[in-house]
């Protein structure tokens, strides 16, 4: 045991800043944030300032040496940015943290204890504009609603959260901004054979994107119509020349 050097311990002025990518939420009545953690304790929602909570459930301290549970941070901007162009991490905003309580250096970045959220990142919106607000993807978790960056015009009547407002909800520590760097997420992809019905759609009144989308319906439903005649007419012998 004579060869074992404990690591030096630290005690810095200020907390340590580092960089994370995460899940944006906002709770169901709309006035607290959260964010969602994208590997272990994934479905743990946590605030602007909060501590860590084991993963796995342990009754013990965050971060202990012997488990794999507590905040985790990089020490690079760009190494979260390049995590975040990931397919499973398209959905993510980069978080700007400062370290706070004990925490635990390893070779990229830090396990800590407790975060204070500064910044908050947001992609473009997925029409790749400048994103001007949040809305609700349509997603969540109990108590939770996900929400994603979007610019006015995609937001249609959605509501849209305003940066402002919502990093009011944080408290004045945290700004949010939109940052270029980040990958948008993908716009999503119209489902075949489903039809909207939504008149706030794109369109002075709806009908501009209404009716391409009734005649894409017809042409399905027809085809489908002629494929049914086909096979009825071989069971009655009728198809047979």
């Keep these: ?19 994370k990518i995460a899940r944006p939420m906002l709770s169901a009545d709309g006035t607290g944030l959260g964010f969602r953690g994208v590997s272990l304790g994934g479905d743990i929602v946590y605030g602007p300032l909060d501590d860590a909570r084991c993963g796995y459930e342990r009754r013990h301290r965050p971060p202990s040496r012997w488990c ?4 985790y941070c990089l020490h690079d901007a760009g190494a979260a940015i390049e995590l975040g162009c990931a397919t499973e991490y ?10 706070l309580g004990a925490y635990l250096r390893h070779e990229r970045g830090m396990r800590f204890e407790r975060q204070r959220v500064r910044r908050v990142h947001f992609p473009r919106c997925a029409c790749g504009r ?11 978790v109990l108590g939770w609603r996900a929400i994603t960056g979007s610019c006015a015009a995609c937001a249609g009547h959605r509501a849209l ?8 909800l944080a408290g004045p520590e945290t700004v949010t901004t939109c940052d270029e760097r980040l990958a948008p997420p993908a716009p999503a992809l119209p489902r075949v054979g489903s039809l909207s019905l939504d008149p706030g759609a ?13 005649a894409a319906e017809a042409a399905l439903l027809q085809a489908r119509l002629d494929w049914f005649q086909l096979q009825l007419g ?3 012998g009728q198809g047979e020349s």
């Design 202 to 214: 794109p369109g002075q009144d709806g009908t501009d994107a209404l009716v391409p989308q009734l």
């Design 130 to 140: 400048a994103s001007e607000g949040v809305v609700d993807t349509g997603e969540g």
């Design 90 to 99: 398209r959905d993510t905003v980069l978080l700007e943290v400062a370290v």
């Design 1 to 19: 045991m004579s060869g074992f050097r404990r690591a030096p311990r630290e005690r810095p002025d200020r907390p340590p800043v580092g960089y």
């Design 161 to 168: 959260l305003r940066f402002d407002a919502y990093a009011r």
């Design 68 to 71: 794999a549970c507590g905040f």
């Design 234 to 236: 071989k069971l009655t």
